[in-house]
């Protein structure tokens, strides 16, 4: 048996769909709340909700694909706390804005 | 209290849990990294719930439809924020060797998911919706 060593247990693309599936769910709930910025009408309040969903939906992504490109090895390093701590600060950034946009 | 100024250095400084122990063996780490960003879809889907509660339910009294919204959006909120503190603990933990943390926050997030959605039975009963 050649060829690049690999993981038996397919861990490295398991972890790799996993960040797939939780930017789908991302771009989903960035959706509605672009959505819910621009049903209010578009207002400059609006606007600002529009593009500061858009940023925390940009902010993942970023944070999804240095982490996916990060995984393509056999046996990846751990994930690294800033990372994490970037991808949890997106996610509250639009748990916040929907907060806001509901007033 | 030592534990919990422990706890708050890593959130400010998680660099420093390199520090500490031995690598893990990497398929350890990664079943940890998948973990929690299952408890991140949690949260997505919480707060999407919240964002879906108040768009498509136009007809709810603004209150109970606000309170719901932000009942949602919170649980998701928190639910993040313990993601990240536990995939640190866990990854200190795995560090060192030891046991793995205990958590409640499972059984306390199903009470909250368990009392939306009695609120939301008691609110269609009665119906309140649509006024």
Redesign the interface.
């Known amino acids: 048996m050649t060829g690049p060593v690999r993981?038996p247990?397919l861990?490295?693309e398991?972890?790799r769909l996993?960040?797939r599936?939780?930017t789908l769910?991302?771009t989903?709930?960035a959706v509605?709340?672009v959505?819910?910025a621009l049903?209010g009408g578009a207002t400059g309040a609006g606007a600002l909700a529009v593009a500061a969903s858009l940023l925390a939906w940009l902010g993942f992504l970023a944070v999804a694909h240095r982490r996916v490109t990060g995984m393509g090895t056999a046996?990846?390093?751990?994930?690294?706390?800033?990372l994490?701590?970037a991808?949890?600060a997106c996610?509250?950034a639009?748990?916040?804005f929907?907060?806001a946009t509901?007033? | 209290m030592s534990d919990f100024t422990r706890g708050l250095r890593l959130w400010f400084a998680?660099?420093r849990?390199r520090e500490e122990g031995d690598?893990?063996d990497?398929?350890f780490?990664?079943?940890n990294?998948?973990t929690?960003?299952?408890w991140?879809?949690t949260?997505?889907?919480l707060?999407?719930g919240?964002?879906?509660v108040?768009?498509f339910l136009p007809g709810l009294a603004w209150g109970i439809r606000?309170g719901l919204?932000?009942g949602l959006?919170a649980a998701?909120?928190l639910c993040?924020?313990r993601?990240?503190g536990h995939?640190?603990r866990c990854?200190r933990a795995m560090r060192r060797g030891e046991d793995l943390p205990a958590s409640r926050f499972p059984a306390l997030l199903s009470l909250v998911v368990a009392l939306v959605a009695v609120a939301m039975v008691v609110v269609v009963v009665f119906g309140w919706e649509g006024r």
Do not use: K, M, N
């Not at chain 1, 046996?75 to 800033?82: C, E, Q, T």
């Open positions: 993981d247990g861990q490295p398991r972890t996993a960040w599936r939780t769910a991302c989903v709930v509605l709340g959505r819910q049903v046996r990846p390093a751990p994930l690294p706390p800033r994490a701590l991808a949890v996610t509250v639009l748990a916040v929907a907060a509901l007033f | 998680p660099e849990i690598t893990p990497y398929r780490s990664l079943a990294e998948r929690f960003l299952a991140i879809r949260a997505l889907a707060i999407g919240g964002f879906a108040d768009q606000a919204a932000l959006l998701g909120v993040a924020l993601a990240v995939w640190v990854e």
